[in-house]
């Protein structure tokens, strides 16, 4: 069996008295696109967010590629250049335009020179769609165009892992749409990738495997078609029957 | 007229203590934000006595008024090393001036929201790479009106390094209405004076909001 991507093994993480995730044991092949569904307040993102050590776990266990997460500045660093992360604000840097901001880590962090840096840009940008946008401010683009930027700039630093943080819940209906095309593309080309979202079509037409949390637990994992269309477990129906009623 | 007599006639005195009062300014100004960074530094490290200093100093600076800090400075200076006025009163208006220069930059990296530090991180950039290319950029732009506006406090602020004999702008008018018994007069010109200098840098603080606020 080849090494998972991403192992989470007994991941226990509380917020004060809170517990958001309870003993928790998840994995990511290389080239799989997982994706984390369920009630908010579940403790998807916060899965999410420890996989790339923004949230620490109290207890358990984080390995990407085998090597266990360790919380130090220079090994965190280290692991997060390889490790792309889409939010669902956004977070791009307003003082930078589109190409600046998908350039700045390549620069900062790879060593690249500044025009390397933007050949690699631009061509990203291209890649998503915006090569007319590149000298563009994020204040001066939509919210599709900005996530799309904000994709590009985890893109530039070549990550062997996509980890997307409810990347269309904060745009407009119809702005949704573009966001999942550059992902479904990422899918197709066989990115790794972990998404939390609540887009139960394009996690149907994606997903490899879609993992159902509840009350800081896996209430279910498996394919689309099983989870999606046949849970077994009664929290797992709830959560769906809710959705669909809407 | 016998006031815009009185002015042109003054103007080459005041003209000196002019110089005195800008050249003043502009050292606490500079003095003062690298003291403020370097206090703000100590404020927010993870070594704790440091913390403790830095609140301490800022207590102690903000707790005293301007004119009982000058004189403590100079008289207590005197008598360890030789200063003249005009260092004395550098000094301790930087000192003064340091503690909400401080306060003012704490803010603007307050105002930056907590996902532009995510974001950074998230790419590998090291924390005093998010801070120089990503926060500070941010947080230069939202505090350039209060930076601003400390510079012109900070301008009339320097009128209390008189009362330590700088020969500056206040003190000249002092001079000037004492030996002509026309204090109205030349407290009037002294006034025209620091109002003028106001409303310069009122207009260069607004070249740079704007220059700011045309990107992004």
Same mark, same amino acid.
């Given at each position: 069996?080849?090494?998972? /991507?991403?192992?989470?093994?007994?991941?226990?993480?509380?917020?004060? +008295?809170?517990?958001?995730?309870?003993?928790?044991? &998840?994995?990511?092949?290389?080239?799989?696109?997982?994706?984390?569904?369920?009630?908010?307040?579940?403790?998807?993102?916060?899965?999410? /967010?420890?996989?790339?050590?923004?949230?620490?776990?109290?207890?358990?266990?984080?390995?990407?590629?085998?090597?266990?997460?360790?919380?130090?500045?220079?090994?965190?660093?280290?692991?997060?250049?390889?490790?792309?992360?889409?939010?669902?604000?956004?977070?791009?840097? +307003?003082?930078?335009?589109?190409?600046?901001?998908?350039?700045?880590?390549?620069?900062?962090?790879?060593?690249?020179?500044?025009?390397?840096? /933007?050949?690699?840009?631009?061509?990203?940008?291209?890649?998503?769609?915006?090569?007319?946008?590149?000298?563009?401010?994020?204040?001066?683009?939509?919210?599709?165009?900005?996530?799309? $930027?904000?994709?590009?700039?985890?893109?530039?630093?070549?990550?062997?892992?996509?980890?997307?943080?409810?990347?269309?819940?904060?745009?407009?209906?119809?702005? $949704?749409?573009?966001?999942?095309?550059?992902?479904?593309?990422?899918?197709?080309?066989?990115?790794?990738?972990?998404?939390?979202?609540?887009?139960? /079509? &394009?996690?149907?037409?994606?997903?490899?495997?879609?993992?159902?949390?509840?009350?800081?637990?896996?209430?279910?994992?498996?394919?689309?078609?099983?989870?999606?269309?046949?849970?077994?477990?009664?929290?797992?129906?709830?959560?769906?029957?809710?959705?669909?009623?809407? | 007229?016998? !006031?815009?007599?009185?002015?042109?006639?003054?103007?080459?005195?005041?003209?000196?203590?002019?110089?005195?009062?800008?050249?003043?300014?502009?050292?606490?100004?500079?003095?003062?934000?690298?003291?403020?960074?370097?206090?703000?530094? #100590?404020?927010?490290?993870?070594?704790?006595?440091?913390?403790?200093?830095?609140?301490?100093?800022?207590?102690?600076?903000?707790?005293?008024? #301007?004119?009982?800090? %000058?004189?403590?400075?100079?008289?207590?200076?005197?008598?360890?090393?030789?200063?003249?006025?005009?260092?004395?009163?550098?000094?301790?208006?930087?000192?003064?001036?340091?503690?909400?220069?401080?306060?003012? !930059?704490?803010?603007?990296?307050?105002? *930056?929201?907590?996902?532009?530090?995510?974001?950074?991180?998230?790419?590998?950039?090291?924390?005093?790479?998010?801070?120089?290319?990503?926060?500070?950029?941010?947080?230069?732009? *939202?505090?350039?009106?209060?930076?601003?506006?400390?510079?012109?406090?900070?301008?009339?602020?320097?009128?209390?390094?008189? !009362?330590?004999?700088?020969?500056?702008?206040?003190?000249?008018?002092?001079? %000037?209405?004492?030996?002509?018994?026309?204090? #109205?007069?030349?407290?009037?010109?002294?006034?025209?004076?620091?109002?003028?200098?106001?409303?310069?840098?009122?207009?260069?603080?607004?070249?740079?909001?704007?220059?700011?606020?045309?990107?992004?």
């Amino acid at each position: 069996m080849t090494t998972p /991507r991403v192992r989470i093994t007994q991941a226990v993480k509380s917020f004060g +008295p809170t517990m958001v995730l309870d003993s928790i044991d &998840f994995s990511v092949q290389p080239g799989e696109v997982s994706v984390l569904v369920g009630p908010s307040g579940a403790g998807k993102s916060t899965l999410l /967010r420890c996989i790339n050590g923004l949230e620490r776990l109290n207890s358990g266990t984080v390995e990407i590629d085998g090597e266990v997460l360790e919380y130090k500045e220079k090994a965190l660093n280290q692991m997060r250049e390889h490790v792309g992360m889409v939010f669902q604000q956004f977070n791009l840097f +307003p003082h930078l335009t589109a190409l600046e901001n998908v350039a700045l880590a390549p620069q900062m962090v790879s060593g690249l020179e500044s025009t390397a840096a /933007r050949e690699r840009g631009v061509t990203i940008l291209e890649r998503v769609g915006l090569g007319d946008k590149i000298d563009s401010y994020p204040s001066a683009l939509s919210g599709g165009q900005q996530q799309r $930027v904000a994709i590009a700039r985890a893109l530039a630093m070549e990550p062997k892992l996509m980890l997307f943080d409810e990347p269309t819940s904060a745009l407009d209906p119809e702005l $949704v749409g573009e966001v999942l095309q550059v992902m479904r593309q990422l899918a197709d080309e066989g990115m790794t990738m972990v998404i939390v979202t609540h887009e139960m /079509r &394009f996690a149907r037409q994606v997903a490899d495997t879609v993992t159902l949390l509840a009350d800081g637990g896996i209430a279910e994992a498996g394919p689309p078609a099983e989870v999606l269309d046949n849970p077994q477990t009664e929290r797992a129906q709830a959560f769906l029957h809710q959705i669909n009623e809407h | 007229m016998e !006031f815009i007599d009185a002015f042109i006639r003054s103007a080459p005195i005041f003209g000196q203590g002019l110089l005195i009062t800008l050249a003043l300014t502009g050292l606490t100004i500079v003095f003062s934000v690298i003291l403020g960074l370097i206090i703000l530094g #100590l404020k927010v490290s993870r070594f704790t006595p440091l913390n403790w200093f830095a609140n301490t100093y800022l207590a102690i600076v903000r707790g005293m008024p #301007l004119i009982a800090l %000058l004189f403590v400075i100079y008289f207590g200076i005197v008598n360890i090393i030789r200063v003249d006025a005009f260092t004395a009163a550098t000094i301790g208006l930087s000192i003064h001036t340091s503690a909400y220069m401080a306060e003012i !930059f704490r803010s603007g990296l307050s105002s *930056v929201p907590k996902g532009q530090t995510e974001a950074a991180r998230s790419l590998g950039m090291s924390r005093v790479q998010t801070l120089r290319k990503v926060i500070s950029p941010q947080a230069l732009r *939202v505090v350039v009106p209060a930076l601003a506006n400390q510079a012109i406090l900070s301008l009339k602020d320097s009128s209390v390094a008189a !009362f330590i004999t700088v020969e500056e702008l206040f003190l000249t008018a002092q001079r %000037l209405s004492a030996a002509s018994f026309q204090p #109205l007069t030349f407290y009037t010109i002294v006034s025209i004076y620091y109002l003028a200098v106001v409303g310069i840098m009122t207009l260069i603080a607004q070249r740079v909001e704007r220059y700011y606020g045309k990107r992004g």
